[in-house]
């Protein structure tokens, strides 16, 4: 038995026939508005890092963070043993890291840091804790800014997370920014402590890390 044209076209416009193809037109644009999330979010990540490497520096800064203290020291120690700085500087968060099964006690994240510094091969005498609790990226760059009126220093290289970076390398260069004194800044490649670009919004930490940030990033524009 032969189909005409006219009975087609009138299959075509039948009520099941659109009910079988919305499915599929749903999952492409719900594919679609995917995919587009996914590089939005990828480029949200990837804008928050900056570098800015020094060849040498006067001495080299971490940045606090409990939580990412063992990825900032270990990247810290790596540049300490390339040569560029002959000092390792710390702030204190006042924060705690955890029990310790070896001290028996709660260690202060700074106290840890400044051990894994030495487990790396930064001798003790190289590493300094800046005075002074801090409770921001602001604090810390004030607490530079009173080491460096003591010195004669020409240039401090930053360590923090990745993320971290484009905040921290704006406020160190506007709180020093009457000074001669050069900031560089370096992070371990995302992915280690902190989450992957591609799929931190998976995550919780992905959106304190990441999402997070931005509010910060406006915060200390209209602030600072």
Do not use: C
């Not at 719900?30 to 040498?56: R, T």
């Not at 840890?112 to 930064?122: E, K, T």
Request: charged share 20%.
């Amino acid at each position: 038995m032969k189909v005409t044209n006219q009975e087609s076209n009138q299959a075509a416009k039948s009520p099941r026939f659109r009910v079988s193809a919305s499915p599929l037109r749903f999952l492409i644009i719900l594919l679609s508005l995917l995919l587009a999330w996914i590089l939005f979010a990828w480029f949200l990540a990837e804008n928050l890092i900056v570098e800015k490497p020094l060849e040498k520096a006067d001495a080299i800064l971490i940045l606090s963070g409990s939580s990412v203290y063992p990825e900032r020291t270990q990247k810290a120690a790596l540049v300490y043993k390339q040569g560029v700085a002959p000092r390792v500087l710390l702030t204190d968060d006042g924060e705690h890291a955890g029990w310790s099964p070896t001290e028996r006690r709660n260690p202060r994240a700074v106290e840890r840091a400044r051990n894994n510094l030495i487990a790396q091969g930064v001798p003790p005498e190289n590493i300094e804790i800046l005075p002074a609790q801090v409770s921001g990226t602001i604090d810390e760059a004030e607490a530079l800014r009173r080491k460096i009126e003591q010195t004669d220093w020409k240039a401090v290289l930053l360590v923090t997370s990745a993320y971290h970076t484009r905040r921290s390398l704006w406020t160190f260069e506007k709180v020093l920014e009457n000074s001669s004194v050069q900031i560089g800044i370096v992070s371990p490649p995302p992915g280690e402590q902190t989450p992957s670009p591609f799929y931190w919004w998976l995550t919780r930490k992905g959106w304190s890390s990441v999402a997070a940030e931005y509010v910060k990033i406006l915060y200390y524009r209209l602030n600072y």
